[in-house]
């Protein structure tokens, strides 16, 4: 009997669940959900990939990856983060395209959005909804993949 009452408590349990609310901040309306897979194509045995291996540095694709290419930031121990060089809080069109400084990708849009290469996270000032769209990451040996499902 008690294993009975464990049983139903538990189903009420899991039923009961709200479904977590950052479950929607991923479903962004101006970035579209598409699928790539850099493969090979950033080794860092190669001069143009080399910036890679020291912390701070990174490197942009071409802009077939992603919607308007990617971003791959090298923070050190082997920790790289990719993200999508569109500003999620935009309607694409030519100033949503996030140029990269230092750490800071930035729109040309009046409002000059800023977000953080690192992170992902909107810096202060910057209105809207979303941080920067994450990539997968995975570095073999030379090899950095990014890829999105």
Partial sequence: MKKNAFVLILC???LS????????IQ???YI?????????LINLSLPQYSDLQFA???YITPSNYGVNGVVV??????NYSAFELSDP????????????????????????KTYDILTGQPQEGTTGNYGL??????????????WNN
Avoid: M, W
């Fill in 12 to 14: 009420l349990t899991i």
């Fill in 56 to 58: 701070g540095n990174y």
């Fill in 133 to 146: 769209k994450r990539y997968f990451v995975e570095k073999t040996g030379d090899i950095i993949r990014v």
């Fill in 17 to 24: 669940c709200k479904k977590n609310d950052d479950d929607n």
């Fill in 89 to 112: 809080n935009h309607p694409l069109r030519d100033c949503s395209t996030l140029t990269v400084e230092g750490v800071l990708a930035t729109c040309t849009c009046d409002d000059s």
């Fill in 73 to 78: 930031y090298y923070a050190g121990n082997n």
């Fill in 27 to 29: 479903n962004n309306q």
């Fill in 32 to 40: 579209p959900d598409i699928t790539f897979n850099t493969g090979d």
